[in-house]
């Protein structure tokens, strides 16, 4: 298992992304040492998210946050309750995303955030509010939004490796 | 444990703080809906903790970090190496510590913290350096950093719920 650790090491340090054309797709590898792309990723790992947001006077919040909603070239949404995450992202766009994966080995990944859009349409937000994580920073406010975001940035959930692709 | 977590709901409702003089203390509750200081419950209770700053362009930045020092006052400390958290605070000194109960329920307290002073003072480092904690951001930097905060907010790890003592 070390070894396989090494190697994954290795292979984040030698490869930054795999892109292509239209189709540019996040690559990361799971704790098995398999490449998997981002939305493989986060469909296949249980764990707990932190997403964090500064306001324009840069007032650092941070909130527990459900598994993002991957979608094409790189593009990551999430269901959004009008609280201080939310609100912050009104003033700053610039938010990130930490993903710790079940088990005691601290394995996971950190995502660099910029906001693209927002939308408050019910029909958007149901479809993507049909599974709402238990315990996220959701529902009991009045307006709930779909908000999608750019991956700026990913990086190992512990250390210094940083791959620093950007899309 | 609905009525014992209800009763502890309200109580976190209607108590902001406990105060007193000089010996201003952080009052929290554990999940056994205890009355506990700051000071105790970290030492009491295990868990995940993420440390999330920003840089004076707003950029985001979260860490895994380890339990903090509780000095006297509802001053925070924390061993810190000079990676972007720590660079971050040169340029913006407010950072939010989330922490994340061990177990399945998401417990646990978020506070919003703002930079008191550092020192990379060997002596004062390496008294708080003892005991590092595995998987933290740290070491392997040249110089160590120990840096203390004023808790300006403390809330419940999930939800609204707002206590909203500052000391």
Known sequence: MARNRDFVARLFAAVDS??????????????????????????NTRGTAVFATADAN???????YSHPHCLADGILGFVMA????????????????????????????RLQLD???????????N???????????LPVSDTIYFVTFKVK???ELVGDDDPGFTL
């Open 18 to 43: 795999v892109q292509g054309g239209d189709g540019i797709s996040i690559i990361l590898w799971n704790s098995r040492g398999e490449i998997m792309k981002l939305a493989e990723y986060f469909e």
């Open 58 to 64: 840069g007032r650092v919040d941070s909130a527990i």
């Open 82 to 109: 009008d609280k201080r995450s939310h609100r912050n992202l009104l003033t700053n766009g610039q938010a990130a995303y930490l993903f710790i994966e079940e088990g005691d080995d601290y394995r996971g990944v």
């Open 115 to 125: 906001l693209v859009e927002e939308t408050s349409d019910p029909e958007l937000v």
């Open 127 to 137: 479809k993507y509010h049909r599974h709402p994580a238990k315990n996220c920073e």
């Open 153 to 155: 940035e990913v990086r």
